[in-house]
């Protein structure tokens, strides 16, 4: 591939900047810039010529309008995202771009989970799903064990919202299945804070565990959180998360 020209470069560099200044955690107004400078960029640039440089600022400018309409709760704003990654789709599958494909089907999935739950389209939650099937295709658990792991707890939290939000117990059930499945590969040791979530998206979901089941499953929930506070409490992120899960249990107690 030729090189990019300076003008391009220039700025795709100023993005950097301001992505490793904002740490992890940007501002409505840093959000706004960075997709600003995003669009400026991919307008300027020859989608024929820099087909993969192209697909890969879409969907970082996915990435921005995600985290952005999330913050902001603007559903638009999510649909643009998801315009910004089908647009990063089509080009990588042109390219036979195996893996930016499946790791932007991955963040579609769980941009379309949100606004789901933002607008309560059931639809939404089923297109999630297709995308990480489509992930999944790419993502064989032998060969991308963390990514296929990370992929069927992204799953899993789909099916829970799925599962709350209509009442269906069957889709809990799955939900339950795909984080099972998920902490087989992704263990304290090879993926400790993806570990962590998954076990705590677990422990949740016990503890919220439908009229049908019987008391062992919250009390199940309960005792993974309490023991993740035990085995993780050196890891100061690790232990934040599931301190707030904890406190989370009175509320989740009145759902029952």
Request: net charge negative; aromatic share 6%; glycine share 6%.
């Amino acid at each position: 591939m030729k090189p990019l020209p300076s003008e391009i470069t220039s700025k795709i560099n100023k993005l950097k900047k301001m992505m490793t200044d904002c740490n992890a955690s940007p501002s409505e107004e840093a959000l706004g810039r960075m997709a600003d400078l995003c669009i400026s960029i991919l307008g300027a640039l020859s989608r024929s010529a820099y087909k993969l440089t192209w697909a890969s600022l879409q969907t970082t400018l996915g990435n921005f309008l995600h985290e952005l309409g999330v913050l902001t709760r603007q559903s638009e704003t999510l649909v643009r995202s998801a315009n910004a990654y089908r647009a990063a789709l089509f080009a990588f599958a042109e390219e036979d771009a195996a893996y930016p494909w499946a790791q932007t089907q991955n963040n579609l999935g769980v941009m379309l989970s949100r606004l789901g739950e933002m607008i309560g389209n059931p639809n939404c939650f089923d297109q999630a799903l297709d995308a990480f099937g489509a992930a999944l295709e790419v993502f064989v658990k032998d060969d991308f064990p963390i990514e296929w792991a990370g992929t069927k707890t992204n799953m899993g939290n789909t099916l829970e919202s799925v599962g709350t939000s209509v009442g269906d117990v069957a889709s809990l059930r799955r939900a339950q299945t795909a984080y099972k499945e998920a902490l087989e590969v992704a263990t304290r040791k090879s993926a400790p804070l993806q570990w962590a979530k998954t076990l705590t998206n677990l422990a949740r979901r016990l503890i919220i565990a439908q009229p049908d089941a019987d008391c062992d499953e919250f009390e199940g929930g309960e005792k993974i959180l309490r023991r993740l506070v035990v085995s993780c409490g050196d890891a100061a992120v690790v232990f934040d998360l599931v301190e707030e899960a904890l406190n989370e249990i009175p509320r989740l107690i009145k759902m029952l």
